[in-house]
């Protein structure tokens, strides 16, 4: 009898240690990704997305603005020389050469202007000459900013994502719970794995995007700074030239 017992109680005990077995979840990328619901898998392909996003973002704009400080340095002393010896239209090659260079689009602008005028040194040819600079300002300012909206939005959004994947990967955790036996971690496990993982990709797509969209914009005031002191800088060429005329 005791010996029974003993056989059945052990037989229990291998079942159960079997169940549990197969219960176990794999936590490699692959087994928490045949784990997971079709909800959860469907958050964690739209943060794939995001991530691509805005790496793409990140790779064109680094070498935008790598491009535009390269030609600008070259492009700043050789126009001022040119200036200089009042060769307007060597200038305006100068500046032709250079079309990545944000302050030669700027300096292009106010240059062909005051051309257009007849090259004399008014107060009219000035102003709109200003004018010029102003509008060019405007539009090399929105390239600059071109595609930082989208990390902006990436940065914000992601963390929500990833918190919608880990609400999701809870209540998987608790329905796995109410329609299963066993209540171990074995019944909660794959819930809850989802729930860490969505979490945590949602971080991991967010922080380097929010961090390059504050790089970048600190970027784009930079160059906002410089566009504007070139811009002054010429109308000051300008109005000495009057003076001189």
């Known amino acids: 009898?005791?010996?029974?017992?003993?056989?059945?109680?052990?037989?229990?005990?291998?079942?159960?240690?079997?169940?549990?077995?197969?219960?176990?979840?794999?936590?490699?990328?692959?087994g928490l990704w045949s784990h997971m619901g079709w909800l959860a898998r469907s958050v964690a392909i739209l943060l794939f997305i995001e991530s691509i996003w805005s790496l793409a973002v990140m790779i064109d704009r680094y070498l935008y603005f790598s491009a535009a400080r390269k030609q600008s340095r070259e492009f700043a002393p050789k126009v001022a020389g040119a200036l200089k010896d009042r060769k307007l239209e060597e200038a305006i090659k100068i500046a032709d050469r250079c079309k990545k260079s944000h302050l030669a689009e700027v300096v292009t602008a106010g240059l062909q202007e005051f051309r257009s005028s007849g090259g004399s040194a008014t107060q009219e040819n000035i102003e709109s000459s200003g004018r010029a600079l102003e509008r060019a300002e405007a539009i090399v300012h929105a390239k600059l900013k071109r595609g930082l909206a989208a990390l902006a939005t990436i940065g914000s959004t992601a963390p929500f994502v990833g918190l919608f994947g880990t609400v999701v990967g809870i209540l998987n955790a608790f329905q796995q719970i109410a329609t299963q036996k066993t209540s171990g971690i074995g019944a909660v496990a794959g819930g809850i794995s989802e729930a860490l993982v969505t979490t945590a990709f949602g971080l991991l797509v967010a922080i380097p995007a929010v961090m390059a969209f504050n790089y970048f914009t600190g970027r784009v005031d930079a160059f906002d700074v410089e566009m504007d002191n070139s811009s002054s800088e010429l109308i000051d060429y300008f109005i000495k030239q009057s003076h001189k005329g």
């Open 1 to 30: 009898m005791i010996l029974a017992q003993l056989s059945h109680f052990a037989s229990h005990a291998v079942s159960s240690l079997a169940l549990f077995q197969e219960e176990t979840v794999s936590f490699s990328p692959m």
